[in-house]
């Protein structure tokens, strides 16, 4: 009352989130004693009041960086700070300053009236007012330009990712979106409600439906569109899931019917050679063992011949070397055994 209706004067329409505290007792006969209209969207539609919301998001980022206490019970002190710097700073969508479009003028900051030197001449009331009027008809024309301009982008990005617009008519039958809230929600409680019957358009995209479900006396909600849909599939999408699923059955038997043989052969082989695995299996294990016990190396005996030496490690042993025939021995020019190193 005292920072609104006795600085701008009574308002037409209250645009309220429908807010408890917006919506009891006490604001409808400000209301009603201002001789306005008080519109109250659905809940849980935070788009409807898009501008609003906007601005709570400036006003609180522009809050928490005056704030300093940890318990962050300060606020109130920043409340009028941040609002000037809102009503003072430009719009992204207009242009223009808040103030600007307001008022008529932009707010100055002290720091600004400090180096300001020049002194505006006094001229008569009458033709200050005719520039003010011309100055902000020409700022608002501004304005809505651009604002339809900046609403034609956004919409043009909306749209790719939205399904198209419902239509819904009275006696229509529809499923109610409805997630469970609260600390005893559970996962799987059912988020669609119904079915319901659409009992008439309540504005905005919002609707009147009547719950059929229950017994006793008819439980109604106001929806917005977007939380419902229609309680009937479509018959030609029926028809194609249906093709879709006796399509991938008929692939799963002619799977089934083409690898019948390979296993029923496949099973004949393992069969006839019983040992084949366990044999893989002794021989890998030999190589695994052997690659882990010394290196058998020649020397040269007393008589000159040949023996194993295990003085040395390598681990690249081969289990089978011993079966081999010792490699040929170097000889020298006149025919004697040069000396193994």
């Known amino acids: 009352m005292r920072q609104v209706v006795l600085k701008f004067g009574s308002f ?7 807010a408890p505290e917006l919506t009891d007792k006490v604001i409808e006969k400000l209301v009603t004693m201002l001789q306005a209209q008080q519109i109250n969207p659905v809940p849980y539609r935070p788009q409807m009041i ?18 300093y206490e940890d318990e962050q019970r300060d606020w109130d002190v920043w409340l009028d700070f941040a609002v000037y710097a809102y009503n003072s700073g430009q719009h992204t969508t207009v242009k223009l300053s808040p103030n600007e479009l307001m008022m008529g003028r932009q707010l100055k900051s002290p720091n600004e009236l400090l180096r300001e030197t020049s002194v505006a001449e006094a001229g008569e009331t009458t033709s200050y007012h005719r520039r003010l009027l011309q100055a902000m008809r020409s700022s608002h024309e501004i304005a809505e330009r651009a604002r339809a301009r900046e609403q034609a982008r956004q919409a043009k990005y909306y749209n790719r990712r939205t399904k198209q617009k419902r239509t819904l008519s009275p006696g229509d039958r529809v499923w109610m979106f409805r997630p469970p809230r609260g600390p005893t929600a559970s996962k799987f409680v059912h ?18 439906v009547e719950r059929e479900d229950t017994d006793g006396d008819a439980e109604r909600h106001i929806v917005h569109v977007s939380f419902l849909v229609t309680y009937y599939y479509p018959m030609e999408l029926l028809k194609q899931s249906a093709a879709d699923i006796a399509e991938q059955v008929g692939h799963e038997r002619a799977d089934e019917e083409t690898a019948s043989p390979v296993r029923a052969t496949t099973a004949q082989i393992n069969a006839a050679t019983p040992g084949r695995g366990r044999k ?9 063992s052997g690659s ?25 042993f081969d289990p089978y070397e011993l079966q081999r025939e010792p490699p040929p021995r170097m000889m020298s020019r006149d025919g004697s055994p040069l000396p193994s190193v």
Not at 12 to 18: K, Q, V, Y
Not at 51 to 65: M, N, P, S
Not at 280 to 288: C, I, N
Not at 301 to 308: A, L, Y
């Open 292 to 316: 882990r016990v010394s290196c058998w190396w020649s020397y040269d005996d007393d008589v000159g011949g040949t023996g194993p030496d295990i003085t040395s490690s390598s681990s690249s």
């Open 50 to 67: 898009g501008l609003v919301e906007r601005f709570h998001r400036t006003w609180k980022d522009c809050v928490a960086t005056y704030m």
């Open 12 to 18: 037409r329409e209250l645009l309220t989130d429908a």
């Open 191 to 208: 988020q669609w409600v119904g079915p319901m019957r659409v009992i008439e358009s309540a504005g905005y995209d919002n609707f009147l």
């Open 280 to 288: 893989r299996g002794q021989r890998a294990a030999r190589h695994q």
